[in-house]
């Protein structure tokens, strides 16, 4: 008798467990038909707390909060500014325009420049923004030079960062973009070590001109976005001729109700597919 309660009791905690991992499975189904760049719920950050509340009367609601999260991230008019090559002689600047209209922004920056404005690079960190990583020589020829290239190339970097602020970042956007030279044997190099590679959506062309030409190509870009519910990564640099034009950008988003945001590790990483577009450099 002992022995069939016990039997009746197992398998009742089994079927509940199985109910509970049913419905966190239901709440990741709909976290990933989002698509690319959106924030994991809050329950992937606390794992802990998710053992805890596993298959308890608490669980039902916190899911219910998650997806309600979830929807109101979906509803939010989200864009990703992001700056690389620097920190530049005008660094400084450019944070004082972006304090000014209270946005967020993500730097991928390389280790010289790092090294050569490191109080610029603190200044970015105390003041919330994200830091990641472009590597040492900014050379096509040196970066792609092998598999094992980029990957040694961002452990220098994060290395000169990490000494500087204590942050060790690991997100990276490889010179140039990952499309054509990022292999996908390179990328599987930088994955093994953690790190988290990053592509985007609209390309300002900046460097292209001194001009304000960038902006409208930028707002264009957010436009279409935002028509198809996405929220875009924006490819900018942090060079003078940017940033002088950058408040006209930043009052644009503001008055359509745009809201920036850091890139985060806890982000599934968008980058560019190879589709038989990549090649090793030179070839
Ligand atoms: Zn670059």
Redesign the pocket.
């Known amino acids: 008798m002992i022995y069939e309660i016990g039997a009746i009791i197992i398998i009742l905690l089994f079927i509940v467990g199985f109910s509970f991992r049913g419905t966190e499975d239901d709440v990741m189904v709909a976290v990933k038909k989002q698509g690319p760049p959106n924030e994991i719920p809050m329950m992937e950050n606390a794992p802990q707390l998710k053992q805890t509340m596993k298959g308890s009367i608490y669980a039902t609601s916190i899911i219910q909060k998650e997806k309600e999260v979830i929807q109101q991230e979906k509803n939010q008019k989200i864009v990703y500014l992001t700056f690389?090559?620097g920190p530049s002689s005008d660094a400084n600047e450019l944070l004082d325009v972006l304090d000014h209209y209270g946005a967020k922004a993500t730097f991928?920056m390389?280790a010289p420049h790092i090294k050569a404005y490191p109080d610029v690079v603190k200044r970015m960190v105390k003041t919330g923004y994200a830091v990641g990583l472009?590597g040492v020589t900014?050379d096509a020829r040196q970066f792609y030079h092998s598999k094992k290239s980029p990957l040694h190339e961002m452990q220098e970097d994060q290395k000169v960062l990490e000494k500087i602020t204590g942050v060790k970042s690991t997100l990276i956007?490889t010179?140039?973009g990952s499309v054509p030279y990022m292999l996908d044997s390179y990328r599987k190099e930088i994955e093994l070590y953690g790190f988290q590679l990053w592509d985007w959506d609209i390309d300002s062309d900046d460097w292209k001109s001194n001009s304000k030409a960038y902006v409208s190509r930028v707002i264009n870009g957010i436009k279409f976005m935002d028509s198809i519910g996405k929220h875009p990564v924006i490819l900018l640099?942090d060079r003078g001729p940017t940033i002088k034009y950058l408040p006209i950008l930043l009052n644009w988003l503001n008055k359509n109700h745009f809201v920036t945001k850091n890139l985060e590790e806890s982000m599934d990483a968008y980058s560019f597919k190879c589709n038989d577009r990549c090649h090793p450099y030179g070839s």
């Open positions: 690389d090559d991928f390389l472009h900014h956007r010179p140039y640099h």
